[in-house]
C-alpha cells in the first residue's frame, strides 16, 4: 500500500509539473530564428513548374476541374483497394506537384513505407513545391531528433503535430498516464483524418496511414484496407479542411515542442538528414519505378478512374470534444449516419471494429423494425485477425444484438484470408523476418489505432493474439459503407463511439452507382467462406440460451461461457448462403466463438473485457 500511495503521488506530481510546462514565447522566437537561418532555401530546380513529372491522374483531375460548373461538377475517381496501387499513386502525385502537397495523416512510422513518403516530400520540397505535414502526435514520429532535422531540412517544408502530449513531441509512460488523469477528454481527442492533396487539384483519402502494415509490406501481419483518389471541385473542400486543421490551435509547430525546441537551441546539432535506410530496397525501388512509368500508371490506375459527378468531401471539424452541442463540429459522422437512417433495401458495412455508438444502434434498430428491412450486411474482424482483442471483447458480448435486434448478417475476417493472402503475393518480400513456433511475430514494430490504453512504449504489446497455425496475417482495417447501389463512402470513420464522439474524421461520399456496385463487390469478397466466419446463432439448448440471455445483460460478471451466436465454417461440397436460409446449419459447421486462437492470456483478457469492460466502450 506504501508504495501504491508513493506511485500516486509521484505521478500527481508529474502532472502538477509537465501540465503548465509549455515553451516560453522567448524560446519559440529562438528557436524560429534558427529554423530560418539553418534552412536551406536553394532549389534543385529552376523551371517555371518545378520540375514535375507528366502525369496522367494530374491531368485527369485538371480536365475534371476545367470542366465543372457550379451546378454541375465533374469528378474523377479511383478505388484504391490494392496496397501497390495506393503507394504508387501517392508517390507519382507527390513528383507531378507544382505548387503544393498537404498531408495529414493519425499515424507515421519511420519504416520503409514512412521513410520513402517522406523522402519523397522533401525531394519536391527542395525542388520548390510547398508541402506541409500534419500528423497526430501520439503515433507519429515520436524521435525528436528527427523532427528537428526536419525543421531545418528545407524552407519549404513545414511539420507540425496534432495535440501534442504536454507540448513534446515524444510521449513517456508516465506522461502518457499522467495526461488520461490530468485531461482525458483533450488527450483522448485524435486526428484520425487521412488526406494526401496535391495542388488543391487532387487527393487521397481513407484508411491507410504510413507505416509498412497499410501497404502490405509488414511480412507478418498486414491491414486489409482501402483508400479513394478524387480529382475535382471536392479537392477544394479537402483544401479548406486542411487549412481549418492546420491553423486550429491544437496543430503545434515543431518550435513549440518542449523536446524539439531543446534540440534546435542546443549547441551541438544532429547533422542533416540523412538518407533513407530501407529494410527491404528491392520492394521500394520497385514502387519507386512503377511511379514514374507512364504505361504501369494507365495500366493500373488510370484504366480503373470513373468520371462521375457528384462527389462531397466531409471532414469533422478539429477539437469536435470541445464543441459537442454544434453539429457542424461533427459534420461528417452526421452526415454519414443521415445517409445510412435513408437505406431501403441494403446497407453493406465494412469496418474493423464492431462497437456501435448509441446513435448507430438507433438507426439499425429502426431500419430493422421498418415494414421493408433493408438487408445489413458486415465485415469485421475476427479474434484471430485483429490487433484490437478488447474492441473484439464488447462486440462479442452484443452479437446477440446485432443478430436479432439489428438483423446483421455478419462475417469476421480470416487471419490468414485467402484473397488479400493472394493480392498481394507479390508485394511480399521473401525475406521476411522469422515467425515464432505459435505463428505469432517473433518481432513486432509499434503502430495500432486502438493503441490510445497503453503507453507509446508499451504499444509494443499490443500484439493479435497467438493463432493454432503459423504464417502471414492479415487484419481488416477498411472503412466503407454502399447503401442501395446508389452511393458509397470511403474514409477513417469506424461507425463506433470512438468516432462519433472524441476522433476528427473525414471521408468521401461518391453519388454513382458504379462506383457503389466496384466498392460492393470489393467488401463482398471479403465476406467469402475462403476469406471470412459467418456468425450465426448456435443450436443450444433453451436452458443454455437464457441463462447466456441473463448474463449477456449484466454490466459485470457476464461470464457464460456459450454465447448465443457463434463462428460458422462452410462444409466442402456446400453453396454459400446466408445464415437465414433454412439449410444453412446442413452447409455450415461450428468452429468456436474464436476460431484459429491459441490459448494465451489475449484469450483470457477478451473473456475478461466481455464480463467486466461494458463501462469503457465509449472510449475504445
Not at 56 to 68: F, R
Not at 95 to 102: E, F, G, K, L
Amino acid at each position: 500500500m506504501r508504495q501504491r500511495g508513493i506511485a500516486v503521488s509521484l505521478l500527481f506530481a508529474a502532472i502538477l509539473m509537465l501540465s503548465g510546462c509549455s515553451v516560453s514565447p522567448s524560446r519559440v522566437h529562438r528557436a524560429d530564428v534558427v529554423v530560418a537561418t539553418d534552412s536551406p532555401r536553394q532549389l534543385d530546380c529552376d523551371r517555371y513548374d518545378h520540375c514535375a513529372i507528366d502525369s496522367a491522374l494530374i491531368d485527369a483531375g485538371q480536365q475534371a476541374m476545367a470542366d465543372s460548373t457550379p451546378d454541375q461538377p465533374v469528378h474523377v475517381v479511383t478505388l484504391l483497394n490494392d496496397s501497390e496501387a495506393a503507394m504508387v499513386a501517392r508517390l507519382n502525385l507527390i513528383r507531378a506537384a507544382q505548387h503544393s502537397i498537404d498531408v495529414q495523416t493519425y499515424i507515421w512510422d519511420q519504416d520503409d513505407a514512412g521513410q520513402l513518403v517522406l523522402n519523397e516530400l522533401i525531394k519536391a520540397a527542395r525542388r520548390g513545391v510547398k508541402v506541409r505535414i500534419l500528423a497526430d502526435q501520439l503515433f507519429s514520429f515520436g524521435d525528436p531528433v528527427l523532427l528537428e532535422r526536419l525543421a531545418t531540412v528545407h524552407e519549404n517544408l513545414e511539420v507540425r503535430l496534432y495535440n501534442p502530449t504536454f507540448h513534446e513531441a515524444q510521449t513517456s509512460a508516465v506522461e502518457f498516464s499522467a495526461s488520461i488523469v490530468c485531461c482525458f477528454m483533450t488527450f483522448n481527442q485524435r486526428m484520425h483524418n487521412k488526406l494526401l492533396l496535391v495542388d488543391n487539384l487532387i487527393g487521397i483519402t481513407g484508411g491507410r496511414n504510413y507505416q509498412d502494415r497499410y501497404f502490405d509490406w509488414d511480412n507478418d501481419f498486414d491491414y486489409v484496407d482501402r483508400d479513394v483518389m478524387v480529382g475535382g471541385p471536392a479537392a477544394h473542400e479537402m483544401a479548406r479542411s486542411f487549412e481549418t486543421f492546420w491553423h486550429h490551435k491544437r496543430s503545434t509547430p515543431l518550435t513549440q515542442l518542449r523536446d524539439v525546441n531543446r534540440y534546435l537551441l542546443d549547441d551541438i546539432h544532429p547533422g542533416p538528414m540523412p538518407e533513407p535506410h530501407y529494410a527491404h530496397p528491392q520492394r521500394v525501388a520497385r514502387v519507386m519505378e512503377e511511379a514514374s512509368d507512364p504505361a504501369w500508371i494507365d495500366d493500373v490506375l488510370v484504366s480503373d478512374t470513373l468520371r462521375t459527378g457528384r462527389v462531397d468531401f466531409f471532414s469533422d471539424l478539429p477539437a469536435k470534444t470541445d464543441q459537442p452541442d454544434k453539429r457542424s463540429a461533427h459534420e461528417f459522422t452526421t452526415h454519414l449516419m443521415r445517409m445510412v437512417g435513408a437505406a431501403q433495401h441494403e446497407v453493406v458495412l465494412q469496418t474493423p471494429y464492431l462497437v456501435l455508438s448509441d446513435r448507430a444502434k438507433a438507426i439499425f434498430e429502426r431500419l430493422h423494425q421498418g415494414a421493408s428491412p433493408p438487408r445489413i450486411v458486415v465485415s469485421t474482424n475476427s479474434l484471430a485477425s485483429t490487433d484490437a482483442f478488447a474492441v473484439y471483447a464488447l462486440s462479442y458480448k452484443h452479437r446477440k444484438s446485432y443478430l436479432k435486434d439489428f438483423g446483421f448478417e455478419i462475417y469476421e475476417m480470416k487471419p490468414h484470408a485467402a484473397g488479400p493472402a493472394e493480392d498481394n503475393a507479390d508485394a511480399a518480400d521473401d525475406e521476411g523476418p522469422p515467425l515464432s513456433t505459435d505463428g505469432t511475430p517473433a518481432h513486432r514494430r509499434v503502430g495500432t489505432e486502438r493503441g490510445l490504453l497503453a503507453s507509446r512504449s508499451g504499444a509494443r504489446r499490443n500484439r493479435p493474439a497467438p493463432l493454432t497455425t503459423p504464417g502471414r496475417r492479415f487484419g481488416l482495417h477498411a472503412k466503407s459503407i454502399v447503401v442501395d447501389d446508389d452511393f458509397a463512402m470511403v474514409g477513417s470513420h469506424n461507425f463506433d463511439p470512438r468516432s462519433d464522439h472524441y476522433n476528427t474524421e473525414a471521408g468521401v461520399i461518391v453519388y454513382d452507382a458504379r462506383f457503389a456496385t466496384e466498392l460492393r463487390e470489393s467488401i463482398l469478397r471479403d465476406t467469402q467462406p475462403e476469406n471470412a466466419w459467418v456468425i450465426a446463432p448456435r443450436q443450444q439448448s433453451s436452458l443454455s440460451m437464457a441463462i447466456g440471455d441473463f448474463s449477456a445483460s449484466l454490466p459485470i460478471f457476464d461470464l457464460w461461457p456459450y454465447r448465443y451466436a457463434t463462428s460458422y465454417e462452410l462444409k466442402a461440397g456446400c453453396t454459400p448462403m446466408r445464415p437465414s436460409d433454412p439449410a444453412f446449419f446442413s452447409c455450415y459447421t461450428p468452429v468456436g466463438d474464436f476460431p484459429d486462437v491459441d490459448v494465451s492470456p489475449k484469450l483470457i483478457y477478451t473473456r475478461l473485457i466481455t464480463a467486466f469492460g461494458a463501462g469503457v466502450q465509449g472510449v475504445l
